[in-house]
């Protein structure tokens, strides 16, 4: 069974440009929840999806959206990208009504 | 808000000794508890989990108990090994109905090292 995918892998930007990021989750899974790893500042909660709706959002500014496409794949947006938002941005799925959540290998983006 | 706290690390651990990284959390209603582990370049795994108090989680040796009297999961292996050295991560996730719902609220990890 394929794990959860994200890419790209590595995603370099400069200052004030817009990154999509972008996640597969498990097969028959129907949530996708979004986190930010930034150096020193532990993993943050950005977005759960769930059957195409935001569920739930973290506390960031609105220039971090997303969607959740029809085969529950997802994508983020940040935009205006600021030099903070470099960070490691994972991606994981949960299955319908459980909460144990699985994560994929993270895109890591670069803002100069 | 929910909130879970680890110790402070790193640890640094001979092969085969006793493992023990503590973790409290602070939540409303009945979370349920994880521990992930992390190696390096890679996302999150799921170690284990407990859904409920007094629930023990295991997996590959390692082991966590719910405790709700000291809102504790602290997190034990009887014997590490060098592949053991990773980033730990307990996390909790809120009840429904909760604005934790839905979503990992994590500690802030725990770098674990483990020489021959």
């Known amino acids: 069974e394929a794990g959860v995918t994200q890419s790209p892998t590595h995603l370099i930007k400069t200052r004030g440009q817009q990154a999509t990021l972008r996640c597969s989750p498990i097969s028959g899974h129907t949530s996708v929840y979004w986190y930010q790893q930034a150096l020193g500042l532990g993993l943050q909660f950005l977005l759960w999806?769930?059957?195409?709706?935001?569920?739930n959002r973290g506390n960031f500014p609105p220039r971090f959206s997303g969607r959740q496409f029809p085969n529950y794949s997802s994508e983020l947006n940040v935009n205006a990208l600021e030099l903070e938002d470099s960070a490691l941005y994972l991606c994981?799925?949960?299955?319908?009504?459980?909460?144990?959540?699985?994560f994929g290998p993270g895109t890591r983006l670069t803002v100069l | 808000g929910d909130s879970v706290t680890q110790m402070e690390g790193p640890v640094t651990l001979s092969e085969e000794a006793f493992l023990t990284i503590n973790c409290t959390y602070t939540?409303?209603?009945?979370?349920?508890l994880f521990w992930y582990v992390q190696y390096p370049g890679e996302g999150l795994q799921l170690l284990l989990k407990?859904?409920?108090?007094?629930d023990k989680g295991s997996n590959k040796g390692f082991e966590a108990t719910y405790r709700k009297e000291t809102t504790s999961f602290h997190l034990e292996k009887g014997s590490v090994q060098v592949s053991d050295s990773a980033v730990y991560f307990c996390a909790l996730s809120g009840g429904a109905g909760g604005t934790s719902y839905g979503k990992l609220t994590f500690g802030q990890g725990t770098i674990l090292t483990v020489h021959p």
């Open positions: 407990a859904t409920k108090a007094d």
């Open positions: 994981a799925s949960s299955s319908t009504g459980r909460n144990e959540q699985f």
């Open positions: 939540a409303t209603g009945y979370p349920s």
């Open positions: 999806y769930d059957e195409g709706e935001e569920r």
